[in-house]
């Protein structure tokens, strides 16, 4: 299968800080991805997305980065709050596969007050 | 807003017994999907489903696993004869034309005993 990885299991982030979640995609044909937040018992959340024509989209205090060159894709969190603790994932979408998304392993991200 | 809907949210049932989760995708949406998420783990994709028929299906959506969209707003993920490694969160999610995000339900947490 298609592997969707990140970088690191866990961060702790002091509220206030910036927040960078990290995802490394290995199918250079992805050409769609989106980060997923999901907090526990719930489904995972569409926080942002970006195609692969571009390198960086901004949203509200959030920010995802692509490098194709690399195939790496990053989460950024500005002023990281409480409610912002969950497991984000990243996911890619691979042309021709009925439009499924691949996940990745999940980062959980811990605010502290 | 828009959401797409599950039932039940959580299901107990025995071993080799067949159980039916239901969901209700977001209206005007054309693909479906049912993943599945072990308990710690990633969200794993189980099968998509577009134009009333399976576009793409992983190794673990094997011949105990059927899903049906017997009207023109449900859609149901069959397991027909539980194991315990069945036991997971299965999540319902429908998208729009072409690579678009993904809406996820809240998730049906099943307990096979």
């Known amino acids: 299968g298609e592997s969707v990885g990140l970088h690191l299991p866990t961060l702790s982030v002091q509220e206030g800080d910036n927040s960078i979640i990290n995802c490394a995609y290995s199918n250079s044909a992805s050409d769609y991805f989106i980060w997923y937040k999901q907090e526990s018992g719930k489904g995972p959340q569409f926080i942002i997305d970006?195609?692969?024509?571009?390198d960086k989209r901004q949203g509200q205090r959030v920010t995802v980065l692509l490098n194709k060159t690399v195939k790496h894709l990053s989460l950024q969190i500005a002023a990281t709050q409480p409610g912002d603790s969950a497991v984000y994932f990243c996911?890619?979408?691979?042309?021709?596969?009925?439009?499924?998304?691949?996940f990745g392993t999940g980062t959980s991200l811990t605010v502290i007050p | 807003e828009p959401e797409v809907t599950q039932t039940p949210s959580h299901q107990v049932t025995q071993m080799g017994q067949e159980v039916i989760l239901r969901c209700v995708p977001i209206?005007?949406?054309?693909?479906f999907y049912w993943y599945r998420q072990i308990l710690g783990q990633k969200v794993e994709f189980l099968v998509s489903f577009y134009n009333n028929e399976i576009s793409e299906k992983s190794e673990i959506f094997d011949d105990q696993f059927s899903v049906e969209r017997p009207d023109g707003s449900n859609f149901t993920l069959k397991i027909r004869s539980t194991k315990l490694e069945d036991s997971a969160m299965y999540f319902c999610?429908?998208?729009?034309?072409?690579?678009?995000?993904?809406?996820f339900g809240q998730g049906t947490r099943l307990t096979v005993v």
């Open positions: 996911a890619e979408n691979i042309p021709n596969t009925g439009n499924q998304f691949y």
């Open positions: 999610a429908s998208s729009g034309q072409g690579a678009t995000e993904a809406f």
């Open positions: 970006i195609r692969s024509n571009m």
């Open positions: 209206s005007n949406h054309l693909y």
